[in-house]
């Protein structure tokens, strides 16, 4: 059952601790293992990623497995239905149209005293992206970290998927990579797949930036790699949080909260609303619609762990939580969402009004899905083309304006003990020597 609150102490207490969830002594355990896996990864290479596969998904693979071959990526256009295929390349556009727009742009600026600043973008040269499996294939987790590496101009982008059963792989996983214009694809998971990325194997080529979800052990790999390599960010379980008045339906608030316990027992799926009838209709409907769940018994743990109703006096009051919380996705389901969204700060993806439910966002609306969880979202944003994208700073003195500034450049120098770094600024600047040195 749904719990529902009215107490405001309570629920500020209860959202810290869904929000703190994945911090908990097991943590320190598995980042153990995961080094040791890292470590046997960069030494024994291909070898230690069919033995983690062989131990941890009980599929025995040959190197020459590792790799899916061409044929293999031409006969998963066979399994999929023109539908799926259809709806794959609808989302491919919106995606791409969405980031495009999101491509910083190179600038320089001339000054009139001889200074010339700027900032120029570039691409990184290689990408890795993760995609789970395990409870369910993801070919939409595909899209939204490989258009925008390609958006960016990437030159090479690799891809790592946990295999199926054998070494079957998802069909609509391969054809949302091909769509997405990913051709090198690995038959591997886990954090074994994470240290094959950031650091290479006979198979797999090193990458400069890891992006993609995955269960704790990915996470805790991406975070011992950074450093060796970029990452997008340290994702969490998912995680919902509805605003809601009375004017929503709480059948539809329902299935937006189990749309996100479905995804995992860990998964968090809160509401806040003004309304105590809401509230009310609300737990009696996630309880109706999970009577014939598909994914009954781990969307329930998901419900009883970490679902919460929160009654409130205002929106006001509902803003203030959901920004103490920062939610990875915020659904506002209320009479005017676009006057509520100016009492917003921190949320990763914010989907407006009643007919605006989270999976739009999933799917194909163009917005990245891979979003900032556990409350990053107070301090980091989605995935976007920037992730994949870093910056130079430009700089230009003429020698009339290194003149200028000389003086207050040897006064800093000289309080931070650092006399080569003046001398590099005043030998410049010094008149010709007779004898035509210096």
């Not at 020459?64 to 259809?86: F, K, W």
């Not at 799926?269 to 996630?286: K, P, Q, R």
């Not at 163009?366 to 979202?377: F, I, V």
Request: proline letters at 6%; one cysteine or more.
């Amino acid at each position: 059952m749904l719990r529902i609150t009215h107490q405001l102490p309570e629920a500020k207490t209860e959202l810290q601790r869904i929000c703190a969830r994945i911090h908990d002594d097991q943590v320190v355990h598995k980042e153990a293992t995961v080094r040791e896996i890292i470590h046997a990864v960069r030494r024994q290479r291909d070898q230690a990623l069919l033995q983690y596969t062989a131990d941890f998904d009980q599929v025995t693979l040959t190197v020459s497995d590792l790799r899916i071959s061409g044929a293999e990526l031409d006969a998963a256009y066979q399994q999929v239905s023109t539908g799926l295929l259809d709806a794959i390349r609808l989302a491919c556009a919106n995606i791409e149209a969405f980031h495009r727009k999101r491509v910083p742009k190179s600038w320089v600026s001339f000054e009139d005293n001889g200074v010339v600043l700027g900032k120029r973008y570039t691409p990184v040269d290689r990408a890795g992206i993760y995609v789970p499996g395990g409870r369910a294939a993801y070919p939409s987790t595909v899209l939204m970290n490989a258009i925008p590496a390609r958006v960016a101009g990437v030159g090479k982008i690799v891809m790592v998927t946990p295999p199926g059963g054998g070494t079957a792989m998802n069909p609509a996983v391969l054809v949302a990579a091909q769509e997405a214009g990913i051709s090198e694809i690995y038959r591997v998971g886990g954090a074994q797949a994470i240290a094959a990325l950031a650091y290479g194997t006979e198979t797999i080529p090193a990458v400069d930036v890891i992006t993609g979800p995955g269960n704790i052990y990915v996470t805790l790999a991406k975070k011992l790699v950074f450093g060796a390599v970029g990452i997008d960010s340290l994702a969490g379980p998912s995680e919902v949080l509805v605003i809601a008045d009375h004017t929503a339906n709480p059948v539809h608030v329902a299935a937006d909260l189990l749309a996100q316990a479905e995804h995992d027992p860990m998964a968090a799926a809160i509401l806040i609303t003004t309304s105590d009838s809401l509230a009310e209709a609300v737990a009696l409907d996630v309880e109706r619609q999970l009577a014939t769940h598909p994914r009954q018994t781990l969307t329930e743990k998901s419900i009883a762990n970490y679902g919460l109703a929160v009654v409130v006096d205002s929106l006001a009051t509902a803003a203030e939580l959901s920004n103490g919380f920062a939610p990875e996705h915020l659904q506002l389901e209320v009479s005017d969402p676009w006057d509520l969204l100016e009492q917003i700060r921190h949320a990763g993806a914010i989907f407006l009004g009643h007919s605006t439910p989270e999976a739009v966002g999933d799917y194909l609306a163009g917005p990245n899905h891979t979003l900032p969880t556990s409350g990053a979202a107070r301090y980091a944003s989605p995935l976007a083309t920037e992730t994949f994208m870093k910056h130079s700073s430009l700089l230009q003195y003429s020698p009339q304006e290194l003149g200028q500034v000389a003086d207050a450049i040897a006064a800093l120098t000289e309080t931070e003990g650092l006399p080569s770094h003046g001398d590099s600024v005043s030998l410049r600047i010094q008149p010709p020597h007779p004898d035509g040195q210096g």
